[in-house]
């Protein structure tokens, strides 16, 4: 009896444990480049449910268009949430402490984009890594 | 003495003071126009078709100012193999048969008004966008290297290797075609030039011409109407926008 009364305690302390992780994204720091923006091009709510749909929708208009506006473009997004670490370079895609890689891990959903896509903010790796020597 | 009276009704009123206010605004709109090409937002149109004219009596032998520009410019890295490694321009060398004259030729994505890769591109990845520019949508395109296959110039090259830190204004990807873009990302921001003609231009031997062709001031279309040009393969009937002097 005390068995299963302890089993089911500790189920539900770890789905509160698992669901508050993924939901709040403790493990992933989304902190923005304050020299650039005070805050996301859109809530955080709508940013989170819809962020594929903004960046899809963009890259048609952009390719296809030439229509190059900044608020939904994903190197709007990189120059703002790639942050570098403490050793002054900036996560890999492929590691967690990338912004967009850390949530997609935790969501278990893969990202494609930076097979092609810069991972990080251009003008900031030019200073620190010399690309073309 | 004759008194004017001036009788002014609502039909003159309105006609009158929007003449006035079309006066003010159009020079505005004008110089911005001159100033900045197209705002961000605003669409690629057809009113312009974008296009390049290369001399190649000034093209000498060794200089490859454009080639490496525009290897910097689009992150393009060489892998040491020379069957599939990527090449936007390259140049070439011709030999005439019988006098044995050279001439250098720089091709590249000949961006044909009636573009055989888009044609047979079987996704729609291939594509000639408003300003005459054909361009690739990475997005769509499946890797199947028809658009390589059916190009007169061999302009495209398929990306076998895997990349890293790409340029964002340049996504570039292991398993698409890709081909000049006449450096699109200049274009829409206002720039108007590519990477190859600037290098040309600074380095090289100001044989890359770059310009409008749908503008009858533009410095290309004035050179295109005093000398004689050609296409290369302009029994294709493309009607390419890249266009050759001394060939």
Same mark, same amino acid.
């Given at each position: 009896?005390?068995?299963?009364?302890?089993?089911?305690?500790?189920?539900? @302390? %770890?789905?509160?444990?698992?669901?508050?992780?993924?939901?709040?994204?403790? =493990?992933?720091?989304? =902190?923005?480049?304050?020299?650039?923006?005070?805050?996301?091009?859109?809530?955080?709510?709508?940013?989170?449910?819809?962020?594929?749909?903004?960046?899809?929708?963009? %890259? &048609?208009?952009?390719?296809?268009?030439?229509?190059?506006?900044?608020?939904?473009?994903? =190197?709007?997004?990189?120059?703002?949430?790639?942050?570098?670490?403490?050793?002054?370079?900036?996560?890999?895609?492929?590691?967690?402490?990338?912004?967009?890689?850390?949530?997609?891990?935790?969501?278990?959903?893969?990202?494609?984009?930076?097979?092609?896509?810069? %991972?990080?903010?251009?003008?900031?790796?030019?200073?620190?890594?010399?690309?073309?020597? | 003495?004759?008194?004017?009276?001036?009788?002014?009704?609502?039909?003159?009123?309105?006609?009158?003071?929007?003449?006035?206010?079309?006066?003010?605004?159009?020079?505005?709109?004008?110089?911005?126009?001159?100033?900045?090409?197209?705002?961000?937002?605003?669409?690629?149109?057809?009113?312009?078709?974008?296009?390049?004219?290369?001399?190649?009596?000034?093209?000498?032998? +060794?200089?490859?100012?454009?080639?490496?520009?525009?290897?910097?410019?689009?992150?393009?890295?060489?892998?040491?193999?020379?069957?599939?490694?990527?090449?936007?321009?390259?140049?070439?060398?011709?030999?005439?048969?019988?006098?044995?004259?050279?001439? &250098?030729?720089?091709?590249?994505?000949?961006?044909?008004?009636?573009?055989?890769?888009?044609?047979?591109?079987?996704?729609?990845?291939?594509?000639?966008?408003?300003?005459?520019?054909?361009?690739?949508?990475?997005?769509?395109?499946?890797?199947?290297?028809?658009?390589?296959?059916?190009?007169?110039?061999?302009?495209?090259?398929?990306?076998?290797?895997? @990349?890293? &830190?790409?340029?964002?204004?340049?996504?570039?990807?292991?398993?698409?075609?890709?081909?000049?873009?006449?450096?699109?990302?200049?274009?829409?921001?206002?720039?108007?030039?590519?990477?190859?003609?600037?290098?040309?231009?600074? +380095?090289?031997?100001?044989?890359?011409?770059?310009?409008?062709?749908?503008?009858?001031?533009?410095?290309?279309?004035?050179?295109?109407?005093?000398?004689?040009?050609?296409?290369?393969?302009?029994? @294709?009937?493309?009607?390419?926008?890249?266009?050759?002097?001394?060939?």
């Amino acid at each position: 009896m005390y068995k299963r009364i302890s089993l089911k305690i500790l189920l539900g @302390l %770890s789905l509160v444990l698992f669901s508050g992780n993924s939901i709040t994204h403790e =493990n992933v720091p989304h =902190n923005i480049d304050r020299t650039i923006a005070d805050k996301c091009v859109e809530p955080t709510d709508v940013m989170r449910a819809k962020h594929h749909i903004f960046i899809k929708h963009q %890259s &048609n208009e952009t390719v296809v268009k030439g229509i190059r506006t900044k608020k939904h473009s994903l =190197n709007n997004c990189i120059n703002c949430h790639i942050q570098p670490l403490a050793d002054g370079t900036y996560p890999s895609a492929k590691s967690e402490e990338h912004f967009c890689t850390g949530c997609h891990i935790a969501a278990a959903a893969k990202v494609e984009c930076f097979d092609c896509h810069a %991972s990080k903010p251009f003008k900031k790796v030019a200073k620190k890594v010399e690309i073309f020597e | 003495m004759k008194k004017y009276e001036i009788k002014l009704n609502r039909r003159d009123f309105l006609k009158n003071s929007s003449m006035i206010g079309m006066t003010a605004i159009a020079p505005g709109v004008f110089f911005q126009e001159l100033a900045h090409g197209r705002a961000l937002d605003e669409p690629a149109s057809a009113k312009k078709r974008w296009g390049m004219l290369i001399n190649t009596n000034q093209c000498t032998d +060794d200089c490859d100012a454009c080639v490496t520009a525009c290897n910097e410019e689009h992150g393009i890295e060489d892998f040491g193999r020379p069957t599939t490694d990527t090449q936007w321009i390259r140049k070439l060398k011709l030999t005439h048969d019988v006098s044995g004259e050279t001439k &250098n030729v720089p091709m590249m994505c000949q961006h044909c008004e009636n573009p055989p890769c888009v044609d047979v591109c079987p996704t729609g990845a291939s594509f000639i966008r408003a300003d005459g520019i054909v361009l690739v949508n990475k997005h769509t395109c499946i890797g199947c290297r028809y658009c390589m296959m059916s190009c007169p110039y061999k302009a495209r090259s398929f990306v076998h290797e895997n @990349l890293e &830190n790409q340029l964002p204004h340049a996504p570039r990807g292991k398993g698409c075609v890709e081909s000049c873009t006449l450096c699109v990302h200049k274009i829409d921001n206002g720039e108007n030039t590519t990477a190859c003609a600037e290098a040309c231009t600074k +380095d090289g031997q100001q044989a890359i011409l770059f310009g409008d062709l749908k503008d009858p001031n533009s410095e290309i279309s004035k050179q295109l109407k005093k000398y004689e040009t050609k296409e290369v393969r302009s029994d @294709l009937g493309l009607n390419t926008a890249v266009r050759y002097r001394g060939i």
